[in-house]
Structures are given as structure tokens and as C-alpha cells.
């Protein structure tokens, strides 16, 4: 089995519904202007041109944050986009940035301000694997390890809105950070299996930032922190449309902002180095993340911290995928970060002013990349099934092997429209905490315009160590991975603290909304 170095496996793993994201210089002046969706819910830190979502924090005398996240359509002024109509978290896109510290509370009041879901979507679903319930949402703190079920990180909830329109519901989520919680970034969005994929191209997400051990490595307490929320709109005519059919979106080219702005500019001076936390909070595309002629470390994945910085020039960030950069600044000038294909302008990277001197930590205080050999194994297979189906939602999108779910009339056989797609009432993995086991997730999708299927575990990490049967040289700690279109990922899982019913899914958010999940019930 050949080896991949940690550097090239960064680089490796597919992009397949985005094209690749790279750092060209620009000539003239800097081609973008930064721009807000709300004025009052963004802030800029030492640099007016570049955007930073509002942050809320954890009382340092209760150690809570208690804070309110309500959700309503709301018309936003995007300078070089338009007036866009969505649904958004305290109106703005992203949302707040959460920030709390291992062993606080995060409590936060929901408020749904949506109209009431129209009476078809009210009515039950004879296929749950129809997307229904656009104005129905919950909450989802994507990477974290924390409780999965009560009132915490509980994906089976249903924050319904009112019955009358023009009044509201209000629901709770008390999430309790462990104590031994690693330091990292991560984010929230809404999860009610059906809706998902519409109220994230709407914007709603936010990034959520557990602080701690790393944070206080001089060098890295020395850098200046960006959050880099990358947000994936589907406008037409100035508002999403809500997905009634499978093609809705597919001549609809996304719009994807920065920290609710329209390639914003960011400066950084010769010799200076940033802390980036990069989110890719789309629904739909990936990115390969390159800076052009500018050195960049990589000291986190997944909200889990590396043990050394690692040298780079490019990520791939897959959807719902986060990375933490050391960005140094390089040669004078102004460079255009793209992504989405070439045409599509990120950010605007300008370096300029007076050359500082900083330095990089030689080692951080990462988590270890070894795990025991496995006491078990499992095979998951991702496969699209095109054009099975009358009416607006032709694919069948499954997950197949073990744990497959099966049909809900034998007699069918796989003939059955639920085979190996979501079911409710079926457990499809039931994991053993403490227990080491080794997974191969397969990507088995031949079609290219459905073929991207990045694999998302809930509140476990799980550790990559091979791709295509290529072993990797070092380990990497993921919560969400790519898997390549006819190739495979392998990793080990060692399922800790916490019990109850969970999912993994495709976090192509599409593909998921219309069956490609399953259950996990995380057991003693």
C-alpha cells in the first residue's frame, strides 16, 4: 500500500461539484469592495475593509452563553449581488459567531419567526425522503462532541412555526461543552432531515469557536484571527427557491459570499501571519483552497489541532469542512482568491504596509493520530440511482452495506423505494463506545453530476488513514471527508462519552434531504 505524506492528502481529496480555488494577483487596484448583509451585525477588527460576523460569548462568572438566535425572512442589501430575500439568523448572513471554552454551557433560545409551512408540507409524507417542511428547522453544532439527544445536539427535534401567521414559536437547545472538549472551529446550521439543503443556501449558518489550549501558543495568541465563513446562495430572481423539485437548482449558478459580503478585502502586512478559521458553510459545492504566492500552514482540520503546523499550498474544504491556516504575508501586491470556478471571486488578499517579523510555533498541543488496531469492521457503500422514480424527485440516492436499510416491503425487494435510503424507525449502526473499528466508505456514484458524496459522522471524529487504499503517512482527525467518485476512504472510529441515536450522511446536502443518511445509536 503506498504512503500519502499529511501534505499531500490535503490536497488529494476530491473536488468535484466546485472547481478549484486558487490566488492569482490582480493587476490595478483591489478589484473587490467589502460589503455587509447588515451594517449591525457585522464588525471589522483592525482592518475596515474586511467583514467579521458579530461574536457572542460565554458569561466569564456562570460560564453560560445564553443568547437568542431568531429566524425570519429577511431582505438583505448585498453590494454587487442585489436585494436577496432569505431566511436568515438574526438577519444577517452568516449568523453570530459562538465562542465558548471547554466545560461552559451554550443555551440558546430559538426563536422561529417563519410563516407556517404551506398545507401540503403540513400533511405527512408517504416518502419522509421527499424534501417537505422548508419553514421547519432545528439545531446542529456540526463537529462537536457533545450530547447527541435531549435538548442538546439532537437532530430529531422539529422547531416547528406558529400555526398563525405573524406570531412565533420558541424552542431551547442547552448544550454542555465537555470539560476535556478540544479547542477548534466549528459551526452550527439547521439539520430537520427535508429541509436542510434549502435553509443553508439561504445562509443559515453561523461558526461556533470552541477556545482553549491552542489559542494560548504564543505565537498563534500573537496573529491576528480571521473568521472566513464561506456561504452558498442560490438566487433567482433576488431569493432561494425552496427545493420542490430535483433539478431546481441546477441552472441557477451560486453565489458564494464571505462573512455575508461579495468578495471582501482583506490586508496583511509583508512577514505578517493571520490565524484564518475557514468554514465552508455551502450546502451544494466544495472548494481547493490555494493563496498564490503566499506561505500558508495548516494547524487544524476539523476543528482538531495538529501537532506541528503543516506547510501547504493548498486544502480541500468539502462541504461543511473546516481548516485552520497560518497565513503569512508575501510579496507586495493584491492577490484574488476564486472558487467555484475561475469567475467566481472569493476574497481579495491584499499585502501591503510596513514588513513585520513573526514567527510559527514549532508544536502545538495536537491530539495523537494513533488509534489501536480495530475489534471490528464495516463497509459503507454511497450509490446514486438515477431516474427510478415518477414525479419531481426521480434519483434514488442510498448508502448501501452493512447496516443497509431494508426494504419496507419484502415482497418488493429492492424494488422498494426505502431500500437503503433514511428510514425512521431503523437503526442502520450501532457503535460500542470504546470500541475501535475500522470503516471503508465507498463511493460508488458513476454518474459525475451526482458522484460527489462527502461522508459526515455526528459527534464523533473519526481518523482518516487511507485514501484509495493509498495509507496515509500521518493520520488526520476528520468529522467530514470526501471520498473520491470510484474510490474509497478508510478511517477508524473509537466512539467515546456519549450514547443515543446520531446520523452519518452525505453532506452534499441535497443528496442527504433525499435519503442518502442513516442512523447511528451510539450504545454501552
Avoid at 445564553?66 to 438574526?90: D, I, K, M, N, Q
Avoid at 425522503?129 to 430529531?156: Q, R
Avoid at 491576528?224 to 452558498?232: G, L
Avoid at 510596513?354 to 457503500?381: K, V, Y
Wanted: hydrophobic share 35%.
Amino acid at each position: 500500500m503506498t504512503s500519502l505524506a499529511r501534505r499531500d492528502v490535503l490536497k488529494c481529496l476530491p473536488v468535484v461539484a466546485g472547481a478549484a480555488v486558487t490566488g492569482t494577483a490582480v493587476t490595478g487596484t483591489a478589484a473587490a469592495r467589502a460589503a455587509g448583509s447588515r451594517g449591525s451585525a457585522l464588525r471589522a477588527d483592525a482592518d475596515a475593509g474586511f467583514p467579521q460576523p458579530e461574536t457572542r460569548r460565554a458569561d466569564p462568572d456562570t460560564g453560560r452563553l445564553a443568547t437568542r438566535l431568531t429566524v425570519a425572512f429577511t431582505e438583505l442589501a448585498v453590494p454587487g449581488v442585489g436585494s436577496v430575500l432569505t431566511r436568515a439568523y438574526e438577519g444577517s448572513v452568516p449568523g453570530p459567531t459562538l465562542r465558548v471554552r471547554p466545560g461552559e454551557t451554550l443555551e440558546i433560545t430559538q426563536v422561529n419567526a417563519l410563516p407556517p409551512n404551506a398545507e401540503a408540507m403540513r400533511e405527512a409524507h408517504q416518502d419522509m425522503n421527499v424534501p417537505h417542511h422548508f419553514n421547519t428547522f432545528n439545531l446542529h453544532t456540526h463537529g462537536m462532541h457533545v450530547d447527541p439527544s435531549g435538548e442538546a445536539d439532537n437532530v430529531f427535534r422539529a422547531f416547528e412555526p406558529a400555526a398563525t401567521p405573524g406570531t412565533t414559536t420558541a424552542h431551547r437547545s442547552i448544550v454542555d461543552v465537555p470539560a476535556d472538549h478540544p479547542a477548534g472551529t466549528f459551526w452550527y446550521h439547521p439539520h430537520l432531515h427535508g429541509s436542510t439543503s434549502s435553509q443553508l443556501l439561504s445562509g443559515m449558518a453561523g461558526v461556533l469557536v470552541v477556545e482553549g489550549d491552542v489559542d494560548e501558543v504564543p505565537e498563534i495568541a500573537a496573529a491576528r484571527e480571521v473568521v472566513v465563513c464561506v456561504s452558498e446562495l442560490k438566487l433567482s430572481g433576488g431569493r432561494v427557491p425552496d427545493l420542490t423539485s430535483h433539478g431546481v437548482w441546477d441552472d441557477i449558478p451560486s453565489t458564494f459570499l464571505v462573512n455575508g459580503a461579495k468578495a471582501p478585502v482583506l490586508t496583511i502586512a509583508p512577514g505578517e501571519i493571520q490565524r484564518w478559521r475557514v468554514v465552508n458553510a455551502g450546502a451544494l459545492t466544495a472548494h481547493f483552497l490555494s493563496l498564490g504566492g503566499q506561505e500558508m500552514h495548516q494547524i487544524a482540520c476539523d476543528g482538531v489541532t495538529f501537532r506541528k503546523p503543516v506547510a501547504t499550498t493548498g486544502v480541500t474544504l468539502p462541504m461543511g469542512g473546516r481548516v485552520d491556516l497560518l497565513v503569512r504575508g508575501g510579496r507586495p501586491g493584491t492577490y484574488k482568491v476564486t472558487g467555484g470556478g475561475a469567475s467566481q471571486h472569493l476574497l481579495t488578499l491584499v499585502v501591503t504596509g510596513a514588513p513585520r517579523t513573526m514567527s510559527l510555533p514549532a508544536e502545538l498541543p495536537g491530539r495523537p493520530t494513533e488509534l489501536p488496531e480495530p475489534t471490528r469492521t464495516r463497509t459503507l457503500t454511497f450509490r446514486t440511482y438515477e431516474n427510478v422514480f415518477p414525479g419531481a424527485f426521480p434519483n434514488a440516492y442510498r448508502i448501501l452495506g452493512d447496516g443497509e436499510t431494508p426494504p419496507a416491503d419484502t415482497r418488493a425487494g429492492r424494488e422498494d423505494p426505502a431500500w437503503g435510503r433514511l428510514s425512521a424507525d431503523y437503526v442502520n449502526q450501532r457503535v460500542r463506545l470504546g470500541e475501535v473499528e475500522e470503516w471503508t466508505i465507498v463511493n460508488d456514484s458513476h454518474s459525475h453530476a451526482h458522484s460527489h458524496h462527502p461522508f459526515h459522522l455526528h459527534t464523533n471524529h473519526f481518523l482518516l488513514t487511507a485514501v484509495d487504499n493509498r495509507k496515509l503517512a500521518t493520520p488526520v482527525w476528520h468529522d467530514t471527508v470526501a471520498v473520491p467518485p470510484n474510490g474509497s476512504i478508510t478511517f477508524r472510529l473509537r466512539a467515546e462519552d456519549f450514547t443515543g441515536r446520531s446520523m452519518l450522511h452525505c453532506h452534499q446536502l441535497q443528496h442527504g434531504d433525499e435519503g442518502m443518511m442513516q442512523i447511528v445509536d451510539y450504545v454501552r
